[in-house]
């Protein structure tokens, strides 16, 4: 019997991205975004976090989405640890609509169901008993965002 994994789904416009709970610091309400100049439309610019200036990034406008406007009273941050050696990028956040839901994963509830994935930072798209879930690769999303942010 395998072990069970603490996961969370954050829903982001029509996609639920899977993710251990242990990746995600905190989901906060969306104030006092600072703007950035000259970067790609799915960096939203910088969330006040703690004292840390948080990346903010729409996930489904990387991956060539439209997103949804932020003016809906359901937008939330999930913030993200970083999992690189950089320590000049210790947290990225998310836009995600209404509550996270947490669930207890094993390996063997989850079926890759080998659907063509096209967004950058998605490493695969997987079926569970209660619907389709994309995996997101963590490293490769700091990796775009460390990017931009030079």
Known sequence: MSEEIKCVILKINGDELLMPNAAVAEIVPIKNIINVANKPGWMLGYLDWRGHSVPLISFE???NVRMPSLATGSVKAAILFSIGEDSNLPFMSILMQDAPTVVNVKEE???????????PAIEDKVMMADGTYSIVNIEKLESIVKQVMM
């Open 61 to 63: 406008a990387m991956g």
């Open 109 to 119: 509830d989850i079926i890759s169901n080998k659907e063509e994935i096209t967004h």
